[in-house]
């Protein structure tokens, strides 16, 4: 069943019915154990939020086939799936979606491989949608950039003076370029002018910015039945995100001999520095900037041309800034 908050986008809700069942089909590993557990994952209620924002600027372009479209909006989401699950490596994640991770029940070098298997599918469903070099050129570059992000991720773990630009460094890759790609091949994909084209991946790229912002905010700010994952994760795991870099900015001697403890943190140390990122209005501040680039993105919006899902990507658009989940 696809996510509740395609309900109110019957067309694009319709598109991603069909994908569900061409994704886990996509994915055909010997080693059955890691096969269900990545088809568990696909079928885990993950939001579909990447395929779905291909689907809705595939609509400004004049090309519809949907073989094409599927295995693009499929694509999309398998990388995203990878990254996921060596994410969780990483991290040290024991649950994702409410599912035990890979890495939980086969250890961290099945998890990797099986992460690194998804990037082999993706780049198989992208073959059957071009094979212009330079757009495969751009989905490898666009790959390459997602994992240099996440390896950013490493230098800043722990890292007390990290800055409001190292966190947006980290972001633009490791979140915002999957946002930049699906946006921008849905155009492209469906034949979109150059304009369209160019707007989509701007588009894309600052409603990436907001979503991660608005992730990280969860972190501390949300509850774990509706995220499906521990709060403090991050924190623990050395990962300082926006609302802690803003909550510290004035009050870095409040936090120091918290997290100068690393990863000998404590449970009461964790739920300490979340009080104090309230007490400083880190989740307050982390809002903002997260509303200042919805704003922005809806403008670029504004510039589309005057199609019906132009209405559909405002509304979807200013439903993600109010996300709790």
């Known amino acids: 069943m696809v996510h509740k908050l395609w309900h109110q986008f019957p067309r694009i809700e319709k598109r991603l019915e069909k994908l569900q069942p061409y994704l886990l089909e ?25 395929p ?22 499929a694509a999309l989401e398998l990388l995203h799936v990878a990254t996921l699950i060596h994410d969780d490596v990483i991290d040290q994640s024991p649950l994702r ?7 939980t029940l086969y250890g961290s070098r099945n998890a990797i491989y099986a992460g690194d298997y998804l990037f082999t599918v ?29 390896l950013e991720q490493m230098k800043l773990n722990y890292k007390r003076n990290v800055t409001e630009a190292d966190y947006f460094r980290e ?33 894309g790229m600052t409603i990436g910015k907001a979503y991660q912002i608005l992730d990280d905010i969860l972190d501390y700010d949300g509850q774990s039945q509706k995220t499906k994952k521990p709060v403090l994760e991050d924190l623990k795991a050395g990962v300082y995100s926006l609302p802690l870099i803003l909550a510290m900015a004035d009050a870095k001697s409040a936090f120091k001999p ?15 520095v979340q009080q104090l ?15 200042e680039l919805t704003q922005q993105a809806l403008a670029l919006i504004d510039q589309l041309p005057e199609y019906q899902v132009k209405s559909d ?5 200013a439903m993600l800034l109010k996300r709790d989940e």
Not at 26 to 50: D, E, F, M, T
Not at 97 to 103: E, K, L, M, Q
Request: aromatic share 6%.
């Open 97 to 103: 979606r409410g599912v035990t991770t890979i890495h």
């Open 26 to 50: 996509a994915v055909q590993l010997p080693n059955q154990p890691i096969h269900h557990q990545i088809l568990a994952l696909l079928q885990s209620g993950g939001k579909l939020l990447r």
């Open 122 to 150: 993706y780049f198989k469903e992208v073959l059957k949608t071009t094979h212009d070099m330079a757009e495969l050129q751009l989905n490898i570059t666009s790959m390459r950039n997602i994992l240099i992000g996440e």
């Open 277 to 291: 990122v309230a007490e400083n209005q880190g989740v307050e501040k982390a809002q903002k900037e997260a509303t």
């Open 52 to 73: 779905g924002f291909f689907y809705l600027f595939s609509e400004f372009g004049q090309q519809n086939d949907d073989d094409v479209l599927r295995a693009g909006a």
């Open 313 to 317: 990507l405002k509304t979807l658009t």
């Open 258 to 272: 918290y997290l100068a403890k690393k990863e000998r943190m404590t449970s009461a140390d964790l739920q300490t």
């Open 171 to 203: 972001i633009t890759g490791k979140t915002a370029q999957l946002f930049w790609l699906s946006c921008r091949q849905g155009a492209v994909l469906s034949h979109s002018d150059d304009r369209v084209v160019d707007l989509a991946g701007e588009i």
